[in-house]
């Protein structure tokens, strides 16, 4: 009886693992911000120093990748009108 608690709570903690980044991911794309980015915003945030992430725009334009994904991943990127549309 108590294996299978510990099995469902592992499930759970899983699945809020998973819900937490979820929204930690759409917070990102929301944004318009790499996730390094939104890390170190919230750290600072979490800490009580100045942060901000307006502002961006022009570190941003010069960065190749504006997710922040490596062009090593092995995933295939969409272009930004057909990104999402499933949703």
Do not use: W
Not at 12 to 22: E, G, H, K, M, T
Not at 33 to 43: A, F, Q, V
Not at 50 to 60: A, E, M, Q, Y
Request: charged fraction near 30%; hydrophobic fraction near 30%.
């Amino acid at each position: 009886m108590t294996e299978e608690y510990e099995v469902d709570e592992q499930k759970q903690a899983a699945a809020d693992v998973l819900f937490s980044y979820s929204k930690f991911a759409m917070a990102c794309i929301g944004n318009h911000t790499r996730p390094t980015d939104m890390r170190l915003h919230l750290m600072k945030e979490i800490s009580g120093m100045p942060t901000s992430l307006k502002g961006r725009d022009s570190s941003r334009a010069a960065s190749p990748d504006p997710l922040g994904e490596s062009s090593s991943s092995g995933t295939a990127r969409l272009d930004k009108t057909d990104s999402f549309r499933a949703l």
